[in-house]
């Protein structure tokens, strides 16, 4: 299954890097993340290991993901897998008259019966929460960038 979404930020790409690239903002962006810990310590770097906590209705899921594209202001993908199911997601930015067009794009492939059951009934809970991660970057950046710009 493959979910692909849009948004449009007022900031630059640097400024929409610099958030998505530390791995300490990801909490306060992405409203369904419990934790968010590099294993290898900082800054990323491709083949970085990132514990991963997810709240999915009442329940946790911790996933171990690895950062395979690491292209600064332009490209991160990160891969990571559970028991039920693995994922591949990259973040594309690209500048825009005034901004920064994201684009977030991730494939789920279930591995257990259940999640491949499940997996069509879900695809709009997934859509709508890729959608509620970018809204969230799209405060985050431009919040903190009118903080930066003392307005």
Not at 14 to 40: C, G, K, N, Q, Y
């Amino acid at each position: 299954m493959r979910i692909t979404e849009h948004i449009d930020i007022n900031a630059s790409p640097d400024d929409v890097w610099a958030v998505i690239s530390d791995p300490s903002t990801h909490t306060a962006w992405r409203p369904a993340l419990v934790e968010f810990r590099p294993l290898d310590g900082e800054p990323l770097a491709v083949g970085s290991r990132i514990r991963e906590v997810l709240r999915f209705g009442r329940r946790e899921i911790e996933l171990e993901d690895v950062v395979t594209v690491l292209e600064p202001p332009r490209r991160l993908g990160i891969n990571g897998s559970w028991k039920a199911a693995s994922f591949e997601a990259e973040l594309v930015l690209a500048p825009t008259e005034g901004g920064t067009h994201v684009t977030f794009d991730w494939t789920f492939e279930p591995k257990s019966v259940l999640a491949r059951v499940g997996a069509p009934f879900l695809k709009g809970s997934m859509a709508r929460s890729t959608e509620d991660e970018l809204d969230g970057l799209k405060t985050y950046v431009e919040n903190k960038s009118r903080v930066a710009a003392g307005a």
